[in-house]
Structures are given as C-alpha cells and as structure tokens.
Nanobody, 121 residues
Framework: QVQLVESGGGLVQPGGSLRLSCVASGSIFSINAMGWYRQAPGKQRELVASITSGGRKASADSVQGRVTISRDNVKKTVTLQMNSLKPEDTAVYYC???????????????WGQGTQVTVSS
C-alpha cells in the first residue's frame, strides 16, 4: 500500500500563512510529480501547485505569487507554503503523487485523505 500523510491544515485569518506538508510512504518503488489539489464546497477539485522530481512546477492562476511549492526527493516529501490567504482559499486540500512511470504535472496515482484549510476572521 502507498500512503500520503498530510499535515498543516487549520483555521487561519485572512492575510495569514499556512504550511502544508505531505510525505509518501509504503510500497513505493519511485515517484515523480507531487502536488496539492483543493476542493471547495460546491466546486470542482483543482490543482493548486505541483512539482516533478526534476523541478518542473505548475500552479493555479488564483494562487500565483502567494504559494511556494518545494520537495525533498530523498524523503519523498512535498511542502506547500501559502501566504496572504484569502477566504476563497478555504477548501479541503489533498496531497497527490504520481508513480515514476508517469511524467506529468497533474499527479493522480496516489491521494491523501485531505486536510481542511479554513480562512476566516
């Protein structure tokens, strides 16, 4: 079994910051892209940001300039630093990863259980 363990979600005031972390563990031969999706109530799931093992990145227009994604290829960990948070950032955030057989910026082979991020005053 492959597991993605997420941490860092919570309640934050508008303008605040939050750091989400995700580590892959279990029966993993290799992984390529890792990233974060989010799904707000009544909306479809969307990619927030992702990064491949080679350093290629993708991010949503709605978070440009406010989000930094990084990873540790040895620990198979991805971190999402979110700054200047807005109420519209409120959503369940899901960590995702791809096996090493794939080379894409929309990882979807493995999924975490999700962590709630709420931005409210």
């Amino acid at each position: 079994q492959v597991q993605l363990v997420e941490s860092g979600g919570g309640l934050v005031q508008p303008g605040g910051s939050l750091r989400l972390s995700c580590v892959a563990s279990g029966s993993i031969f290799s992984i390529n892209a890792m990233g974060w999706y989010r799904q707000a109530p009544g909306k479809q799931r969307e990619l927030v940001a992702s990064i491949t093992s080679g350093g290629r990145k993708a991010s949503a227009d709605s978070v440009q300039g406010r989000v930094t994604i990084s990873r540790d290829n040895v620990k198979k960990t991805v971190t999402l630093q979110m700054n200047s948070l807005k109420p519209e950032d409120t959503a369940v955030y899901y960590c995702a990863a791809d096996s090493g057989l794939n080379d894409r910026l929309f990882p979807r082979d493995y999924w975490g259980q999700g962590t709630q991020v709420t931005v409210s005053s």
